[in-house]
């Protein structure tokens, strides 16, 4: 079984310019997780999709931050503009939702800002 | 504040050790408990669940959960340097949402 897929692995930006990211979840998982990680930090989650509807993202950023999972499978996230605070690992994690709730990651995207 | 609370580290167990995780929760009301091991520049991996009071063993690993003291702890059996890496700790206080600690690093040295 295939894992959670994102791209791109790392970027490099200047400040006030604009990024995105993408991920693929396993098959078959309702449920996708957008989480920032800031080194030395637990994951926190930014926002969370069930198919294609928003179920939580009052921790998201929406002055900057935008994400959207269309057609219930692939979601984006973008940052515009983008600030020195916003360097971290974005991670995409996927779940079967529930009761139980599993999550698994991607590999996750380096992102720079500089 | 939904809080889960690690001690962050490090932790320095020889090889062949029991390694010993601890991680306490704010939310009396969480149903699903974590751990998940991260290596440095890699993302988390689910290692262990546990859902009911008690203990739960996977190989090597046993997660035990005491609700009434809201602890979850991880042991890590027969310790290997390859163990080396960082802990999180992982709480649901709701349904599907998933509160993270700041993680446990490991070190098992030979």
């Known amino acids: 079984e295939a894992g959670v897929a994102q791209s791109p692995r790392y970027k490099i930006i200047e400040k006030r310019q604009s990024v995105a990211f993408w991920c693929n979840p396993i098959?078959?998982?309702?449920?996708l997780y957008w989480y920032q990680q800031i080194l030395g930090q637990g994951p926190k989650l930014l926002i969370q999709?069930?198919?294609?509807?928003?179920?939580?993202d009052s921790q998201l950023p929406k002055d900057r931050f935008s994400a959207e999972r269309l057609k219930g499978v692939d979601s984006t996230l973008k940052i515009q503009p983008a600030k020195l605070e916003d360097s971290a690992v974005y991670l995409c994690?996927?779940?079967?939702?529930?009761?139980?709730?599993?999550?698994?990651f991607g590999p996750g995207t380096r992102l720079t800002v500089l | 504040q939904k809080e889960v609370e690690q001690n962050s580290g490090p932790l320095s167990v020889p090889e062949g050790a029991i390694a010993s995780l601890n991680c306490t929760y704010s939310d009396r009301g969480s149903q699903s408990f974590f751990w998940y091991r991260q290596y440095s520049g890699k993302s988390p991996e689910l290692i262990m669940s546990?859902?009911?009071?008690g203990d739960k063993e996977d190989g090597r690993f046993t997660a035990q959960l005491n609700k009434a003291s809201q602890y979850v702890s991880l042991l890590i059996r027969d310790s290997q340097p390859s163990d080396s890496a960082t802990y999180l700790c992982a709480v649901t206080p709701d349904t599907d949402k998933l509160i993270f600690g700041t993680g446990t690093r490991l070190q098992v040295f030979p």
């Open positions: 098959s078959g998982h309702a449920t």
């Open positions: 994690a996927s779940s079967l939702g529930g009761e139980y709730n599993e999550q698994f």
């Open positions: 999709f069930q198919n294609n509807g928003v179920v939580d």
């Open positions: 546990i859902y009911s009071n």
